[in-house]
Each structure stands twice: as structure tokens, then as C-alpha cells.
């Protein structure tokens, strides 16, 4: 079972696939695998056959004949002539499967996100174990080669940080606010409307799904083990059309960013809206789309830029694993590719003690002593400030002003020191809006 | 000789490495060998050994031992020990070298873009033919994985285009002549200053080096045998800073750009200056940067950006490169990389037939009627304009003005034609300068 492809010969190599799931992105795996099987057959260096596919329900019509469907993911689990498993189901439940595939020694390729961040040091060493690869470019950024980059272009280099726009409802939203002026809400709304957007968009808008992409590709470029957690998780939610007006003011766009780096003891790792300059590609990088901004000791800058999301471009990056993973199989070395991840024991660094420039943003009753008075609190925890502006309408004494600081560089916990100062004074009307900024 | 590697044993299986050339970019791939030794054993699945090094001078200190240097390039090709062949010496000479590696059965990676350009597609077949491979990542656009995205990444993907900036020396001089206000000829200066620019910076800023690069990479895109030419070369030594000026006032950059398209028929292949929209990503890549954006039928947009050249960002290509041609050899699978390129007759259309819109600024006479002549020699050969523009200086009659044009999608012939027309007219000052407007 072991060698099961090359038992059956030399001449005839196949390589037999079985299927987890067939909704969008699997029929368009399948789509892709008979349109271009000549090439991919060329390049693996064998024949790919699809073997199998699991699905809910063999009475709809799929891209596949019905003898090949079945509704018992066992079945394929359990056939000894299928060599690489595809889960694309998606969820928690696929866990189980996935390290029973492993366990029978077939190759697993997924685009199961939520199931590498959760378990992925747990499944690579899984994978490691049983000599064979686990390879999951789609669970990341759709159809951007990030994971590629990450393990192939970046193998003989050090990454000592990543910066990346992850979340594509984030970025919509925050480029529609940005473009037209929108509130978060219509903003939102108008991302729901077009399908971008989940009807709970929680994890999206929250922060929570860029954190848990952070920590796979934090995996691949610092070895650490996902699942541990960030330093710091924050969503676009409480972001104004204000704010992105005080940011254009600067010079900066506001961007949901999250942000990996290497300080040799510890790990950072962040995922919040952020303050970068307008002329960097990531600020332009607008919409549904993803981009990762990596930064090695010999490479220097490399950034790659796609779609995040969508049936073809994460069934093109499901493609371009298989090709892999079979190529392997076919050539009799499977495991070499879940071997050269090297996992460590990272520890991630808490968010105080992280460190920025950054903007704030107060909204206060307009008295005499007030400007003077924030400076204060938090000059007094050594937070300086480098610009300081008052919003441009009128102001009349007992009005509430709008007042943005950007400061020089500080320590979160400082800040957060200052901002706790100032919360007993009668004067903030509402609490101060904080965010980062990065020259990215 | 074939199987060399796999003769001397599994137990400890050896890929034996000859270099030829021990430059900047020798040395570095020699340290990253060294340093990442234990990584790159473990993806290769076998031992990596650099067993002979070609350099012109023995005598010089090098970071391999002086047992290992050799004055003769034959002492490395004929070695039936050596599986693969690194050649960085760079230049026409080593096209000869190049296919005597690969007749002795041995995978080449290389970084010498001239060859790439001039043989490539014959080099290829040449690999194809002995069942070894051909690895080339640093050879275009230095540490951007543009050749690995194409190759892998799009592998079940059809590319509809690929629009780039390929020349860090024409990117710095137009950064510098937008963010300074600089003359082209004080720009390459800076960069001749900084080691940007050669000495003779014919081959760069007259866009035959992008154009090259464009051939490398429309091999891998659209199975373009290099060498046949591309439909257009322009370099920037015309643009003056009122361009930039003038693009600037109509929300564009101007950034010498590569533009491959494949019709179908035909595809066109394409170097020259042109305006692009300031928030694009590409308007944003500034200084010696590179990047190479891909539009993929199933993908979409595909983003690649980095350093484009630079003895380290080459060197990590170069060893990511020798990691796949080296695990092929230790897989007894050699071949597949190089199969997988599928070259085929393409035509490429002559720039008569390309379409876009029209940047086009005249110099003139300001003397009545003159504004109307110029439109209307346009509107005569059926091209539209858009925008017309007059510079903002003040006019007196007589005086010399310039006049700017923006023009809707045309055909290269026709705006060729228009201008012809009005070459005898006495009032044009200098030629036109004709600048084309993409919306990447």
C-alpha cells in the first residue's frame, strides 16, 4: 500500500485520487484537472485519476460520472489504491479525516483554514511521521502563491517579518468607506449584497479570520506552531469615515493589516486596522483582494497580490498542490515537503509590550485646558507626539471638537497607560479610538 | 552516469554540484549553501555537495577550499560525478558550456537571461531532449518567484496577460524624475552614482533589457520560443519631467512597463513607457523594485514584487532553483520541470495592429487655429481624443506652448498616421511624443 503507485507498474503510473467534498470549489478542481490533465499529467510525470468523491448527495449532477460518487467518506479513506486524499468540506469535522487519511498514509491536500489554524503543527507533524506531505496553499489567501513562496522561494532565506491584507470583506469595506465617503454599516451592507461578505460577518469584520491566516503562515516563516494565539487581535468595526479622512490628511490610508515579525525570542503577531503610507503598494492593494508583504534577511522585499477568496482561484492553488504532492507520490519521496517545515517552540510576545506609532483619535467637549490636558497625560508616560490636529469645523466654546494625535514611536502598554489616565475626565465625550501605524 | 546519485547508494544519497563562476552571485549561493545546509538536505532528501567550482583566478580567496577551485570549465562538465550544473558566469560564452552540461545528462540552473533570451526555447528541448531539467528563476527579475508562480502556481491556469516592471535602473530614474522633479539625465545620473545603472546604460534605459526579460517570461506564459522579438521596444530616454507632470495631472504615473497578451491568434509582446493610474499597485512600485503582475483566466489578478536584482536576492533564486532540480535528481525523476514547458509556434502581432489609449504631447508655435489642426489631423484617422490640455504657462502669441492629448482606444497605425500627416506642418516645434496609457 505504501508504494500502491508504483505497484501497478512503471509503464502505467497513475496516481489515484480521492475527494472530500464537491461544492464550488471541488467542481472546479475537477473542471481544472480534465481540462488541463495533458500538462498536469506531463509535469507530475504520471497519470491523475480521480478515484473517488465523497459527497452529501450522489443524486446532482457533478463534473464527475456517478460511479465515481459516493456519500461514504470511508470508503474512500479506506481504499488502499487511493494515493492523495482532497479534503475540501471545510469545518471541524474534517479534522478526523484528514488524520485518518494521514494515518493510511496518502498525501492530504486542503483548503481547510479554520483546521491548520487550529491543528496544523499537530497535522504537519502528523503528516511528517507517516512519510507523507500535507499541503494546504488554498486555505490561505485563495489563489495567491503565498504558501509556495513561503516554503519554496524563501527555503534558503530567513523571513523576519510579514505584513499582509488577509481579509477580503475588511478590505472591501474599508475601500468602499475610503472611496465614497460610507459609513462601516452601508459599507458592510453593500459587501453582503455583492456576496462578499457572510450574513455573520463576525469573523470577517472582527479581525478573527486575517488571525487565524497570520498564524498558518506564521508556521511556514517563523516555525511556529499555530493555535497558540496572536499578541493582539482588533477588527474594522469601530472605524468612522473620519478616521479615513484624519488619515488621507496625513498621507496614510487605513488598511486591516495583520503583522508577523521575528525578534529571536519572541514571535509578534498582530492582526488590526492600521495606519500605512498611501504611496505603498499595500495601500493600494483595494476591494476583495489579498497581498502578503514579505521581508527576508538576503530577499529583502517580496510581495504577492491576488484574489483571497472564490471557487477558481482557490481550485487553481488546490491544482498547483496536487501537482506536488502527486509528483511525490509518482517519484516514490512523498514527505519531503511536510519535512522542510520546521516546526520550533515559538513564544508569541504580548501586545504590551509591542511597538508603534500611532494615531488617536479624542472626541471631546471643546473647553479651554483640554488640548493641553491630553498632551499632558500622555507626555507623562512618554508617549510624544509628533502632529497634533483639530477637526476644521467651527469651533464654538462648549462645542465637541474631534482631536487627532499622531505620536512618535511607543510602546502599546504606554499608550494604553495615557488612555487609561484620561478616562475619569468629564470632558471625553466618547472613548479615544486608537490605532497603529506602520511604514510598510 | 545517468543515475550517479542514486549509484553511490540510498543510504547516503549525494547530489554533487559543479558551479561554473564564483562572482557576487556565486559567493552567495555558496554561504546560503552553507548555512542552511541541515534545511535544504531535508527538503532535497539527500545530501547536497558542491564538489568542483570554475573560476577564472585560484588564487583568490573564495568560500569554498582551494581543493575544490579548478581554472577549467571542461574539468567541471566532464565530471561524471557532478548531477547538476550551477553556470553564473554569465554571457554568450557560457551558451556553449550550457548545452554540454545538459548533452552530459546534467540539470543546469542558471541566472543568464541573455541565453534565456536568445535560446531558450531551443536550450529547453535541449533539456527536454536529454531528460534533464533547466531552472532559471534568477534570471528574470532576480529574488521575485515570477518563473515559480508561472510554472507552478498557474500550471492549470491559462495566462491572458502579464504586465511588469523588469528594470530597476529605468524604475529609480523615473521615480527619481517624479519625486524630484529631476531631468532624466540628473536621475541615471544618481543611479550611476549608486551602482543602479551600468556605465553604458543603453541596454537598460532603452528598454532592450525589459524586453528580453519579456521573452524569458512569455516562454513560461504563452509558450513563446524566445528570440523571435517583441512587437514593440521603447526606453524612457525621451521622457522629460513636464510628463510627469502632465500624467500626473490626470491621475496617472508614468513607469516603463513589459506588456504580454495572448489573442489567441497572435500575442503581443510589448516594452515601453506608459501611463498607468497612480493608485494602481504598479504605479506604486517605486526605485529598482520589480514586479510582474499576472491576469489568469481562473485566477485573476496574480502579483509578484521583490528585488530585481542584487548578488543576495539572486542568490536565494539560485538555490531555490537548485533545491527542485536537486530533489528531481536524488527522485530519479529528472526532466519533469522542463517537459512541463510546452512551447509552441507563436505568432507575435506587429505593434501596427496594438491597440490602447494615447498620451500625446506637441510642442508648438501658439498661433491661431493651431489647436484645431492638431485635432483635427487626429479625428481624420479616426482617433478620438478624450482630453486636450494646454500647459499652464502664460500664453503670448507666438510663443512656444505645449499642448497635451489624451486620446481614446486607438490603433497604433492610426495615430502613427495622424502624425505623419502633420510632420510637415511648420508649427510643430519638435516630433510628438507619443506615450500609451494602460489601466493596469
Known amino acids: 500500500m505504501e508504494q500502491a503507485s508504483q505497484e501497478r507498474g512503471e509503464g502505467a503510473r497513475r496516481v489515484r485520487i480521492g475527494m472530500l467534498g464537491c461544492g464550488t470549489v471541488g467542481a472546479a478542481v475537477l473542471g481544472l484537472l480534465a481540462e488541463h490533465h495533458e500538462r498536469l499529467d506531463r509535469r507530475v510525470g504520471a497519470t491523475l485519476e480521480v478515484a473517488k468523491v465523497a459527497v452529501r448527495d450522489t443524486a446532482r449532477a457533478r463534473p464527475v460520472g456517478p460511479e465515481l460518487l459516493t456519500t461514504s467518506v470511508d470508503e474512500v479513506l479506506a481504499d488502499p ?10 469545518g471541524a469535522a474534517a479534522l478526523e479525516w484528514i488524520e485518518r487519511a494521514l494515518e493510511a498514509k496518502k498525501s492530504v491536500v486542503t483548503a481547510n483554514k479554520l483546521l491548520l489554524a487550529r491543528h496544523g503543527g499537530r497535522l504537519v507533524e502528523l503528516a511528517s511521521r507517516h512519510g507523507v506531505d500535507l499541503a494546504f496553499e488554498g486555505a490561505v489567501g485563495g489563489g495567491i502563491p503565498i504558501v509556495r513562496t513561503l516554503r519554496e ?20 469595506v474599508l475601500s468602499k468607506m475610503l472611496d465614497d465617503g460610507a459609513s462601516f454599516e452601508a459599507a458592510l451592507a453593500e459587501a453582503q449584497a455583492l456576496g462578499y461578505a457572510e450574513a455573520d460577518p463576525t469573523l470577517d469584520v472582527g479581525g478573527h479570520d486575517a488571525a487565524q491566516k497570520l498564524e498558518v503562515l506564521a508556521m511556514l516563516a517563523f516555525g511556529a506552531r499555530p493555535g497558540s494565539g496572536c499578541s493582539l487581535v482588533e477588527g474594522i468595526t469601530a ?12 498621507g ?37 483582494l489579498n497581498a502578503v508583504l514579505l521581508e527576508g534577511r538576503a530577499l529583502g ?18 491544482v498547483a498542490d496536487l501537482i506536488d504532492v502527486c509528483r511525490s507520490v509518482a517519484a516514490g519521496v512523498r514527505g519531503l515537503g511536510t519535512r522542510g517545515i520546521g516546526l520550533r517552540e515559538r513564544q508569541v510576545a504580548a501586545s504590551a509590550a509591542s511597538e508603534s506609532r500611532y494615531y488617536v483619535r479624542f472626541r471631546v467637549a471643546d473647553r479651554p485646558g483640554v488640548m493641553a490636558r491630553l498632551a499632558g497625560a500622555l507626555g507623562s508616560h512618554a508617549v510624544s507626539i509628533e502632529q497634533m490636529v483639530q477637526d476644521g469645523e467651527p469651533v464654538r466654546p462648549g462645542a465637541a471638537a474631534t482631536v487627532v494625535m499622531l505620536t512618535h514611536r511607543a510602546r502599546e502598554a504606554q499608550v494604553q497607560a495615557a488612555l487609561a489616565e484620561l478616562r475619569p475626565e468629564g470632558f471625553l465625550i466618547e472613548p479615544p479610538r486608537v490605532l497603529r501605524i506602520e511604514q510598510v
Open 153 to 172: 522561494a524563501f527555503a534558503s532565506d530567513h523571513v523576519i517579518s510579514l505584513t499582509g491584507i488577509l481579509n477580503g470583506t475588511s478590505n472591501f
Open 252 to 288: 496614510y490610508r487605513i488598511k486591516h493589516l495583520v503583522i508577523g515579525r521575528d525578534h529571536g525570542d519572541v514571535i509578534e503577531l498582530r492582526a488590526h486596522p492600521t495606519l500605512i503610507p498611501e504611496r505603498s503598494v499595500l495601500a493600494n492593494v483595494s476591494g476583495v
Open 301 to 318: 522585499p517580496c510581495l504577492v497580490y491576488g484574489r483571497g477568496a472564490g471557487g477558481a482561484p482557490t481550485a487553481v492553488s488546490v
Open 81 to 90: 489504491t487511493i494515493d492523495v486524499v482532497v479534503e475540501l468540506i471545510g
Open 239 to 250: 472605524i468612522e469615515p473620519v478616521d479615513h479622512r484624519f488619515a488621507a490628511r496625513f
